[in-house]
């Protein structure tokens, strides 16, 4: 009995060590470092299926005539659970919705590895099976996954949308409201002062803001979600930013329905939300609607 416990703890630390490569790579499929590491986004699918098939495999292969078969799997899936517990605690339902395929992936892995050691006839054909989910979210199904669950659309595209009515105020006070910027396309940027991902995509705004400046059928406003006006002011200048920044309130973001941090959301010349998504895919849109017009 002893034995078999201990064997069962080293297939938890075997596990437990995979683990942190794992979330390594739920890192890096969200994006978190993989910028800074150069790597797609998406890497992270493959090495988090290959990390859990190795190990379920190499398990079986080291512990099975020790514990068991369904002392491995059991082991390696109350780990699996464990993880997507803590990954899931103190989060949103919609944040647990947006990793759902990191844990499929994981699941897959450990199915993979399984199928592998038993080396029935058909392993190959649900080896290939299993390793389709990982390869098409990789290849950027996981990206437009994100973006439905962020943002409610999968492409930023949006069919002509009526926004409510919105008064935000500069820093003199004045008021930029929906009818003061009619007869323009209208970029806006919402974001807020703690914000890391909006300062990262601040040098690429700066760099739209001075491409369309002088664009007079286009306007381009960074609107902070509600810091302390001072603060949000002092600290965009702080950093040489020129583009034009407004205040808002939370009431105003839920009415406008701005839930994630930063988004970039277009309105038309008639006032209506045409584009609702990131500023990459954001860029394109308003390239396309700026060079179309007359």
């Not at 605690?89 to 947006?98: E, G, M, Q």
């Not at 407004?246 to 406008?256: C, E, H, S, V």
Request: glycine letters at 8%.
């Amino acid at each position: 009995m002893k034995k078999i416990i201990s064997n069962t703890l080293i297939v938890l630390l075997i596990f437990l060590f995979g683990s942190f490569f794992m979330i390594l790579s739920f890192a890096a499929i969200m994006g978190a470092f993989a910028d800074n590491l150069g790597i797609a986004k998406g890497t992270g699918f493959i090495i988090s299926f290959l990390v859990a098939f190795g190990l379920s495999w190499l398990a079986l292969l080291g512990f099975k005539k020790k514990i068991g078969l369904s002392g491995v799997m059991v082991t390696l899936g109350v780990v699996i659970l464990a993880l997507m517990t803590l990954n899931g605690y103190n989060t949103t339902i919609k944040f647990t919705i947006k990793i759902l395929p990191f844990y499929i992936t994981w699941l897959f892995g450990l199915l993979a590895g399984y199928y592998y050691y038993i080396g029935k006839w058909q392993r190959i054909l649900v080896l290939t099976a299993l390793t389709l989910f990982p390869v098409v979210m990789a290849a950027g199904v996981n990206d437009l996954w994100i973006h439905k669950i962020e943002y409610g659309n999968w492409t930023g595209n949006v069919e002509a949308e009526e926004v409510p009515p919105f008064e935000f105020l500069d820093k003199e006070e004045s008021v930029v409201s929906n009818n003061t910027l009619k007869g323009r396309v209208v970029l806006l940027d919402f974001w807020f002062v703690r914000c890391p991902p909006c300062w990262v995509k601040f040098p690429e705004l700066q760099r739209i803001y001075e491409n369309y400046r002088d664009n007079d059928s286009f306007a381009l406003y960074a609107v902070n979600r509600n810091d302390d006006p001072e603060e949000l002011f002092s600290k965009i200048e702080d950093k040489g930013y020129t583009f034009p920044v407004l205040r808002g309130n939370q009431d105003l973001m839920d009415a406008l329905g701005i839930y994630k941090y930063p988004t970039v959301m277009i309105l038309d010349k008639e006032g209506k939300k045409i584009f609702l998504g990131n500023l990459d895919d954001a860029e394109k849109k308003l390239e396309y609607l700026l060079n179309a017009d007359p």
